[in-house]
């Protein structure tokens, strides 16, 4: 146990995707394709004047998969997503829980998303969740 938290933090240092199956990390959407297939980096929330956090890219961490057909995505304020509710809608997490539909998702552009969690399993994209950032 204690070998495979060795090899896990060593692939993490070099900047290699190590994500336990169906487990969810904090990454920034770079690609949307018409086919489904997503692009991201990872993550890392920094403290900032504004708003008291931002999250920027952590370089080497490129990452793609393809959406899963029946994928689940959330927004917190749905901005790009005009089948979402109006308001404000969270969760604990941070993330938004206004539900969006694939297509929808896929129209969007990279720069209209703010930092997302985001689960693969399988290679599969299952779930996206999109921060709330003000």
Same mark, same amino acid.
Request: proline share 3%.
């Given at each position: 146990m204690i070998a495979a938290a060795v090899s896990a933090a060593v692939l993490?240092?070099?900047?290699?995707?190590?994500?336990?199956?169906? @487990?969810?990390?904090?990454g920034i959407v770079t690609a949307i394709h018409p086919d489904g297939r997503v692009e991201w980096t990872d &993550?890392?929330?920094?403290? @900032?004047?504004?708003?008291?956090?931002?999250?920027?890219?952590?370089?080497?961490? @490129?990452?793609?998969?393809?959406? @899963?057909?029946?994928v689940q995505i959330?927004? &917190?304020?749905?901005?790009?997503?005009?089948?979402?509710?109006?308001g404000l809608a969270t969760g604990l997490d941070g993330t938004g829980s206004h539900p969006c539909t694939r297509a929808e998702f896929l129209? &969007?552009?990279?720069?209209?998303?703010d930092a997302v969690k985001i689960t693969v399993k399988d290679d599969v994209v299952t779930r996206i969740a999109e921060y709330y950032h003000p």
């Open positions: 993490v240092t070099a900047g290699a995707f190590v994500l336990d199956d169906g @487990a969810a990390a904090d &993550a890392r929330f920094v403290k @900032a004047e504004e708003n008291g956090s931002s999250a920027e890219r952590v370089p080497g961490t @490129a990452h793609q998969a393809v959406l @899963a057909g029946d959330f927004t &917190a304020v749905g901005s790009w997503c005009v089948s979402a509710a109006a129209a &969007a552009t990279p720069d209209s998303l």
